[in-house]
């Protein structure tokens, strides 16, 4: 089993600036790609950010320019780094990430942690 911990959420302004961290722990085996992912109240689960063990990304298009996504394979963890955020961004924001176990990937989803855009 692998353990993910999110933190880096909370309040701020419009246009202001936040950064999420996930830390995967446990039985991990190789992390292949890891992301984010979001839910705001009403909304289906939606596809923020994804970065490869190589360091490809792709963003939705609602957040290209203003949030990057990164990983440090050393430490298991990966960020998103959020600027120039909207009310429109308010969401739980989830990670996720894929573990390669004898040809199979498995994924493991964060818990959650709370986004909100608010003056």
């Known amino acids: 089993q692998v353990q993910l911990v999110e933190s880096g959420g909370g309040l701020v302004q419009p246009g202001g600036s936040l950064r999420l961290s996930c830390a995967a722990s446990?039985?991990?085996?190789?992390?292949?790609?890891m992301g984010w992912y979001r839910q705001a109240p009403g909304k289906q689960r939606e596809l923020v950010a994804r970065?490869?063990?190589?360091?490809?990304?792709n963003y939705a298009d609602s957040v290209k320019g203003r949030f990057t996504i990164s990983r440090d394979n050393a430490k298991n963890t990966v960020y998103l780094q959020m600027n120039s955020l909207k009310p429109e961004d308010t969401a739980v924001y989830y990670c996720?990430?894929?573990?390669?176990?004898?040809?199979?990937?498995?994924?493991?989803w964060g818990q959650g942690t709370q986004v909100t855009v608010s003056s």
């Open positions: 996720k990430v894929e573990d390669l176990r004898v040809g199979i990937l498995h994924d493991y």
């Open positions: 446990g039985s991990i085996f190789y992390l292949n790609a």
């Open positions: 970065i490869t063990r190589g360091g490809s990304t």
